[in-house]
């Protein structure tokens, strides 16, 4: 990059959505976590899409690497530079478009926070179809491109499935726009699908329209506790055979995050076995949630599926005990450093062995604290936390995640339910997929950005074409 | 084809699935409507995903033309020959491979009868996400190639976002396998979704993993009059609202459907203004869904949005109900020769002008004998029907097709919501789609079939590289 290019960018945008400042380029350079670092020397803060395509345009023709970043909330390291890329923020992008009262679909820019579509939407009565701890920050084009996760994928689907509109900008300029929000659509090729979720590698997502739902006018929630995660599965079953419809949320977690969510939070959590459930029931009006709530639970009780457990008695109860879920990842983090898996395996009843496993692995490791198992029961997405006294080596990170994700290979799991694959997963990414689905990639990388400009170095290895299988 | 690729395709196949009876090949050379009718001389019936993989190794070696079929009940001649292509049909790949009592996931070979994957997980408390009037012949394989829709996806999302696993085989023999039938799965691109509603021009789906819903205890079931489409809008968003989470279908349709019920089928439907509106809630339990829908018409009658109404006093007046919005398209068949049209809008509102502009349009025209619209409205969806009393000559129907595409194309929707372009809609996929998207299908048609020999024809045209913009 020289001055000149620095110039070229100078007069498609204004000169203050042109970063150079080393102080405002540093938050953009390191990823949440701190894990990830680059060295970026100048971000570029797009207000329309034509600006967005003529800066790609010109990275084209100069072979400028580009990293797009929305919130920079990711968990993998996907949205920030491994060098000095040039940061693509979409953070100045945040009009809501369009919104249809009487379809409820939403056209948003992709730097629109989700925390303020949910908001927007929900004067309108409806809510956003995904939900998760990062929502204060998170954008939607991020949310888009890692086609993130979170507590609502049981009821409302995956955030994918959610997408009737995409526009965004491929390496060369040419900007992809099929906005019109059409609930059904079959002509031709769903080319946004294949956007959504490639995590900036293929195209820069620069506005969605998304569905949305009609917001619940009520939420009961109950805690209950379990002695085995065969159990867990059973009382699945029940639940959504008795709360169908009505059936919002399934998390559960082991006694080693209640140990640790008392031990750093003071927080008293109410579980008397070795699992915890929160079933979250919401819908249009109380009276059959609470109903069909107790119903469940009676049921779980005669057939002992369930040893106790009971319903919050109010909003504040229902957040106490959500907060008991919400707080796992802090309470893990204070009792140490965390390596953090985020799996998923198609039959529910195994993921759990992997905590187990991985228990009996470290049990003579002295600097490991702590092993937690807490997710989405519903989705088969378990979360691992492993908690150590101190920054473990590589090599040592490198034996548990080959311990880990060996199992997931064995069992035909994914190695990144919600997280993506980033950076931090690159490596791994054969595990669970086949060479030949990623040789696809390969050859749809190759169509979409074939001078590799578009966010280098993640998902995908950029040293060959052949998978850079360094494990 | 000479003898010696029928020798190859014996060695394949055992000899009774090679189908040269002319006879035999008759019924796989016409589609159900009559209107597409291709000269095909072998069909080709493999029992695994192994013999498919072979069968188009040695087609795409050998440059012939193959176009796969499923049960052939599509509507825009996308599974039928359109010369002499080798037919591969799924017929004979007929298994439930898997199913998972917790997650309630259902893995099938793609000849499978969607009728018989419903009653298949009927048998386990669940329901196939997605049914429609063909289901009794229709196959899971044509299913997923043409992201069929029907009366479901106000509920449970397109059969797209239903998919959770797929297995597909390439031209050149490849078989891409993602069966591992995850509900959350962010390791890359999600190259299935590209095949999904393809229309078998990218590759030939062999099974997929399907998610299944809880199914319904209790179906109620209310047919009610309104005196205008704007009406409907309004009463859609408040059954959004009052109902929300147990609305399973809201369909439509107007005075000249009445009419034709009963005057073809002597059904007498309880319609005293100009639409009708059948709504369907469902869900676990009878009580908290009559006292929903009653709420609704009552607020309803209330604002006077609707003029009178009745709800379902037992199954079988709920089955006299939805007979009437079935029997719709019979009743246009009686009436004439059907042109019939599939379209939709982002913004429900404008959809139904269509219907009125065109009984402008065609007020002199003696042929036509009446103009119908109905359809799934919660999905902004649209069927016209204009049933003639002989058939248009081609310049006729072309002068027709662009007046209500033009329409589609100004007011930015779908000239195919559900039904696929296949051979009847592919001059016109650039009225609802870009120089821009249509450019990048044909890159991707090169990419996954470079000689062109999967179902060639359909969807992109084949004369060109640049779209054949006949229109």
Redesign the interface.
């Known amino acids: 990059m020289t001055a000149s290019d620095v110039a070229v960018f100078r007069q498609i945008l204004d000169a203050k959505d042109v970063i150079e400042d080393e102080a405002d380029l540093a938050g953009m350079n390191v990823d949440w976590t701190g894990r990830f670092k680059g060295e970026s020397r100048l971000a570029l803060m797009p207000r329309t899409t034509e600006q967005v395509a003529d800066l790609l345009r010109h990275c084209q023709k100069r072979k400028l690497a580009v990293v797009p970043q929305g919130g920079n909330t990711g968990l993998v390291g996907g949205g920030v530079p491994i060098r000095d890329e040039i940061i693509v923020s979409l953070g100045r992008m945040k009009k809501v478009l369009d919104h249809?009262?009487?379809?409820?679909?939403v056209a948003l820019e992709a730097g629109v926070i989700l925390e303020r579509a949910d908001q927007f939407v929900r004067e309108h009565?409806r809510m956003m179809p995904i939900d998760l701890g990062a929502k204060g920050s998170c954008m939607i084009g991020g949310c888009l491109a890692?086609?993130a996760?979170g507590i609502r994928?049981l009821r409302y689907?995956?955030l994918?499935?959610?997408v009737?509109?995409l526009q965004a900008v491929c390496a060369d300029g040419?900007?992809?726009?099929?906005m019109?929000?059409?609930?059904?659509?079959?002509?031709?090729?769903?080319?946004k699908?294949?956007i959504?979720?490639?995590e900036g590698t293929?195209a820069l997502i620069t506005a969605a329209?998304i569905k949305t739902w009609?917001a619940?006018?009520d939420i009961q929630v109950a805690l209950l506790s379990l002695d085995s995660y065969e159990q867990i599965?059973k009382l699945?079953?029940l639940a959504?055979?008795?709360?169908?419809?009505?059936l919002s949320a399934f998390e559960f977690w082991d006694e080693s995050a209640k140990g640790l969510l008392q031990k750093h939070l003071k927080l008293k959590v109410p579980q008397t076995s070795q699992f915890a459930v929160l079933i979250e029931v919401?819908?249009?009006?109380k009276?059959?949630n609470s109903e069909?709530l107790l119903r469940l639970l009676e049921i779980a009780m005669e057939k002992e599926i369930i040893l106790d457990g009971s319903i919050a008695q109010d909003e504040t109860q229902a957040k106490v005990f959500w907060s008991f879920r919400e707080s796992i990842p802090e309470a893990c983090a204070k009792e140490g450093l965390v390596l953090k898996f985020d799996l998923?395996?198609?039959?529910?009843?195994a993921l759990y062995s992997i905590v187990e496993r991985m228990r009996d692995n470290l049990k003579n490791d002295a600097t490991v604290s702590s092993i937690t198992g807490y997710g989405?029961f519903?989705?088969?997405?378990l979360h691992l936390n492993i908690s150590m006294d101190q920054l473990p080596d590589r090599e040592k990170v490198l034996r548990i995640e080959k311990q880990v994700f060996g199992y997931i290979r064995e069992n035909?799991?994914?190695?990144?339910?919600?997280?993506?694959?980033g950076q931090a997963?690159m490596p791994f990414?054969h595990y669970?997929?086949?060479d030949?689905?990623?040789a696809?990639?390969y050859?749809?990388k190759g169509?979409f950005d074939p001078s590799g400009i578009l966010n280098i170095g993640k998902?995908?290895s950029p040293k060959t074409t052949k998978y850079f299988n360094v494990y």
């Not at 249809?100 to 679909?105: A, K």
């Not at 040419?174 to 099929?178: E, F, G, P, Q, R």
Request: overall charge negative.
């Open positions: 249809d009262p009487v379809t409820g679909t009565g890692t086609n996760g994928v689907g995956s994918r499935s959610n009737l509109g040419t900007v992809l726009d099929n019109r929000g059409l609930q059904k659509d079959n002509t031709g090729y769903d080319w699908q294949l959504v979720g490639s293929l329209v009609p619940p006018k599965g699945y079953s959504q055979s008795e709360c169908a419809e009505v919401s819908g249009s009006e009276e059959p069909k998923s395996l198609g039959r529910s009843q989405h519903g989705d088969g997405n035909g799991g994914s190695i990144s339910a919600e997280h993506g694959i997963k990414l669970s997929r086949s030949t689905e990623i696809l990639m050859q749809l169509l998902v995908l």
